[in-house]
C-alpha cells in the first residue's frame, strides 16, 4: 500500500538517480508531470507499465487514480521534475494520500537548481565570498510569508535561487535593490537546465529583465544572483577553502607550517 514519489531530475534523462530509475523500470503504473518531465525519460519505463499524463488533472483525480491503481497491488511510480522536495506541490497528494491509508515513499532527484549551476560551471558557495544559499522565488499570483519577502532574504548579500520567477524579473531587481546589491551584481540565467535546447544568460542586476525580454524567457527558467556568479572568478586564484591548504590540519591530514 504505497506511493512512490520519484524526482525525474532537471531534463537530462541520464540524470535521474539510480533507485530512481530502478522503479520507473518496476512500475505498474507511472503518473507523471507531461510539461516537464521528459519523454524521453518515461520510454524507459517497464514496457508493460501504464503510463497516465497528470497535467490534464486535478489534485483528487490524481490522488484517486494512484490510490485505485494500489489498492488493486500495483506499483505506482508518481514522477515529479527535479527533486520533488522543491516547489513540488507533493504535500498536498502525501495528506490525501495518508487520509486513504497509503503510504508514500519519496526518492530524491537533482533539483533545476544544480543543475543550472553545473551547466554555468559555478559553485555557489565561495569560501570568504559567501556560504549561504537561499532558495526561493519572487512574490506573484501565490503570496510568499510576510518574514519570506525577497527584499528581506536579500539582505544577507548571499546567493540566492529563484525559482518561477522569469516573469517577474521587475520585481526581482526593485527588491534586491531595496536590499541594498548594487546594479553590477552578477546574474545568470539557465533557461530548461540540462535539456538539448538549454540557455544560458549571463548579466548583471541592472541588465537583468532587458536579457530576458531579448532571449524572449518567461519560463522553465532558473535565476541565480550573487558574487558568486562572477565569471571572473575562474581568473582568479582567490577564496581557496582550508579543506585542501597544505597548512590546515584535519583529521585525514597533518598541515605542513609555513615558511
Given at each position: 500500500?504505497?506511493?512512490?514519489?520519484?524526482?525525474?531530475?532537471?531534463?537530462?534523462?541520464?540524470?535521474?538517480?539510480?533507485?530512481?530509475?530502478?522503479?520507473?523500470?518496476?512500475?505498474?503504473?507511472?503518473?507523471?508531470?507531461?510539461?516537464?518531465?521528459?519523454?524521453?525519460?518515461?520510454?524507459?519505463?517497464?514496457?508493460?507499465?501504464?503510463?497516465?499524463?497528470?497535467?490534464?488533472?486535478?489534485?483528487?483525480?490524481?490522488?484517486?487514480?494512484?490510490?485505485?491503481?494500489?489498492?488493486?497491488?500495483?506499483?505506482?511510480?508518481?514522477?515529479?521534475?527535479?527533486?520533488?522536495?522543491?516547489?513540488?506541490?507533493?504535500?498536498?497528494?502525501?495528506?490525501?494520500?495518508?487520509?486513504?491509508?497509503?503510504?508514500?515513499?519519496?526518492?530524491?532527484?537533482?533539483?533545476?537548481?544544480?543543475?543550472?549551476?553545473?551547466?554555468?560551471?559555478?559553485?555557489?558557495?565561495?569560501?570568504?565570498?559567501?556560504?549561504?544559499?537561499?532558495?526561493?522565488?519572487?512574490?506573484?499570483?501565490?503570496?510568499?510569508?510576510?518574514?519570506?519577502?525577497?527584499?528581506?532574504?536579500?539582505?544577507?548579500?548571499?546567493?540566492?535561487?529563484?525559482?518561477?520567477?522569469?516573469?517577474?524579473?521587475?520585481?526581482?531587481?526593485?527588491?534586491?535593490?531595496?536590499?541594498?546589491?548594487?546594479?553590477?551584481?552578477?546574474?545568470?540565467?539557465?533557461?530548461?537546465?540540462?535539456?538539448?535546447?538549454q540557455v544560458i544568460v549571463r548579466t548583471t542586476l541592472?541588465?537583468?529583465?532587458?536579457?530576458?525580454?531579448?532571449?524572449?524567457?518567461?519560463?522553465?527558467?532558473?535565476?541565480?544572483?550573487?558574487?558568486?556568479?562572477?565569471?571572473?572568478?575562474?581568473?582568479?586564484?582567490?577564496?581557496?577553502?582550508?579543506?585542501?591548504?597544505?597548512?590546515?590540519?584535519?583529521?585525514?591530514?597533518?598541515?605542513?607550517?609555513?615558511?
Open positions: 500500500m504505497k506511493v512512490y514519489i520519484v524526482g525525474a531530475g532537471p531534463g537530462d534523462p541520464d540524470l535521474i538517480t539510480v533507485k530512481g530509475l530502478t522503479l520507473l523500470k518496476e512500475a505498474d503504473v507511472v503518473l507523471y508531470t507531461d510539461s516537464l518531465v521528459s519523454e524521453e525519460l518515461v520510454k524507459r519505463a517497464n514496457p508493460k507499465a501504464e503510463v497516465l499524463q497528470s497535467s490534464g488533472m486535478a489534485l483528487e483525480e490524481m490522488v484517486e487514480l494512484m490510490s485505485e491503481r494500489v489498492r488493486q497491488n500495483k506499483k505506482v511510480v508518481r514522477l515529479h521534475t527535479g527533486d520533488p522536495s522543491v516547489y513540488g506541490a507533493i504535500m498536498e497528494q502525501i495528506v490525501l494520500l495518508k487520509q486513504a491509508g497509503i503510504e508514500v515513499e519519496i526518492v530524491p532527484g537533482v533539483s533545476s537548481v544544480f543543475a543550472a549551476a553545473a551547466a554555468l560551471g559555478a559553485e555557489l558557495t565561495i569560501p570568504e565570498l559567501t556560504q549561504t544559499l537561499i532558495l526561493t522565488r519572487a512574490e506573484g499570483r501565490t503570496p510568499v510569508p510576510e518574514r519570506e519577502k525577497l527584499r528581506d532574504l536579500a539582505a544577507h548579500h548571499c546567493t540566492i535561487a529563484l525559482f518561477l520567477s522569469a516573469t517577474l524579473t521587475k520585481k526581482v531587481v526593485k527588491e534586491l535593490r531595496e536590499a541594498g546589491w548594487s546594479d553590477d551584481t552578477p546574474v545568470a540565467v539557465v533557461q530548461r537546465a540540462s535539456w538539448p535546447d541592472k541588465h537583468l529583465d532587458e536579457e530576458m525580454g531579448r532571449h524572449g524567457i518567461r519560463s522553465h527558467a532558473m535565476i541565480l544572483a550573487g558574487w558568486a556568479l562572477d565569471p571572473r572568478l575562474h581568473e582568479k586564484n582567490e577564496h581557496r577553502s582550508k579543506l585542501y591548504d597544505k597548512t590546515f590540519t584535519h583529521g585525514y591530514r597533518k598541515g605542513v607550517s609555513a615558511p
